[in-house]
């Protein structure tokens, strides 16, 4: 079965980095998209970066672009999410979601159980 597992979250202080590893099981990780969505306290799903089957295309929420770098490694199965210059508005719970992309729209199909980013001094 589909598996996304989530993992690098924890507390970091204004100005901090961290970077989520995203380890997929269960299907054939090279041929999907995938995403990075959060989820902040009392608010909705937000997607924030978004990457094609060869990694070589990107897009980012207008919010993070210039600090947020997502990358894959097809042949270890794996997603990250590097995050500098964190601030304490982009605590959330970050998930990592197989996706498909339908002209501009992306949708979501699985997602992990997410990894807590605290961004607090």
């Known amino acids: 079965q589909v598996q996304l597992v989530e993992s690098g979250g924890g507390l970091v202080q204004p100005g901090g980095s961290l970077r989520l590893p995203c380890a997929a099981s269960?299907?054939?990780?090279?041929?999907?998209?995938m995403s990075w969505v959060r989820r902040a306290p009392g608010k909705g799903p937000e997607g924030v970066a978004a990457?094609?089957?060869?990694?070589?295309?990107?897009s980012y929420a207008t919010s993070v672009k210039g600090r947020f770098t997502l990358s894959r490694d097809n042949a270890k199965n794996t997603l990250y999410l590097q995050m500098n210059s964190l601030k304490p508005e982009e605590t959330a719970l970050y998930y990592c979601a197989r996706t498909t992309k339908s002209g501009t729209a992306y949708e979501y199909d699985y997602w992990g159980k997410g990894t807590q980013v605290t961004v607090s001094s």
């Open positions: 990457i094609n089957t060869d990694g070589g295309t990107t």
């Open positions: 269960g299907f054939t990780f090279s041929s999907y998209h």
